[in-house]
């Protein structure tokens, strides 16, 4: 019988120990990578919201793994907060994060709480907002809030307190204290006048007195 020769397979040494070193060298390289921190933050758009306290909302204080930690983890986090409406999140290279926060627009104070333009009511925080006070029929407030939301910004920022103070023939009526000392007499249907509030203050000669808009447009000096 013929005999049986065993075949021999040789081991090429050198190249499966740099077969086993890439293999090492590209695992520490990768978790390296994986692992390397958020080098800086940048936040933009918010006013009401400090940076840091975006920052500690989001939970990345300490600079976490750039790559472990997910933009829809962050924007979950950051949009628990019921001021912040919307937010979007862009890398950019050197491990740089950059967060554009889109709050909701205070529009003033109502019974030691925060009113926000979407009705919701929060926590009071440092911000210039009038005071909405005698505000005690729901579905009068409700009309008013939604008239309120609708003017400018501008105008807005010029009151520094609401009173909604009927009157035996106008249940939508409220008086208004602007920041310049004037006082505003104005119902819901007319609110949108309060944009013109600008034109009309240089016709008064700097005077002072009560602006009544809710019945006409004549103005009564103090």
């Known amino acids: 019988m013929p005999k049986k020769y065993k075949k021999k ?27 390397t921190k958020i080098k800086n933050i940048f936040i933009y758009n918010n006013k009401l919201i400090s940076d840091q306290e975006i920052i500690d909302m989001a939970l990345i204080n300490d600079y976490p793994s750039y790559y472990k930690t997910f933009n829809t983890t962050i924007k979950k986090r950051l949009l628990a907060n019921p001021i912040i409406k919307n ?15 889109e709050e909701h627009i205070p529009l003033f104070i109502k019974d030691n709480k925060l009113v926000l333009d979407n009705k919701k ?17 729901n579905s009068i407030y409700s009309s008013f809030i939604t008239e309120y939301i609708k003017l400018k910004d501008s105008t807005k920022s010029n009151i520094s307190e609401i009173i909604y103070m009927p009157s035996e023939y106008d249940k939508t009526r409220f008086l208004i204290y602007m920041d310049d000392g004037n006082h505003v007499y104005i119902n819901i249907d007319k609110l949108d006048k309060l944009d013109y509030y600008s034109e009309i203050y240089p016709t ?17 000096v103090f």
């Open 87 to 101: 937010v979007k999140i862009k890398r950019k290279i050197f491990n740089v994060l950059e967060i554009y926060i």
């Open 9 to 35: 397979v040789k081991i090429r040494l050198i190249p499966f120990l740099v077969f086993i070193f890439l293999c090492v060298f590209c695992y520490f390289c990768g978790k390296y990578i994986i692992d």
């Open 204 to 220: 008064l000669d700097n005077k002072k007195g009560t602006l009544y808009l809710d019945s006409g447009n004549h103005f009564e």
């Open 121 to 137: 009511e929060v926590d009071l925080i440092k911000c210039k907002v009038p005071i909405l006070k005698n505000m005690n029929d």
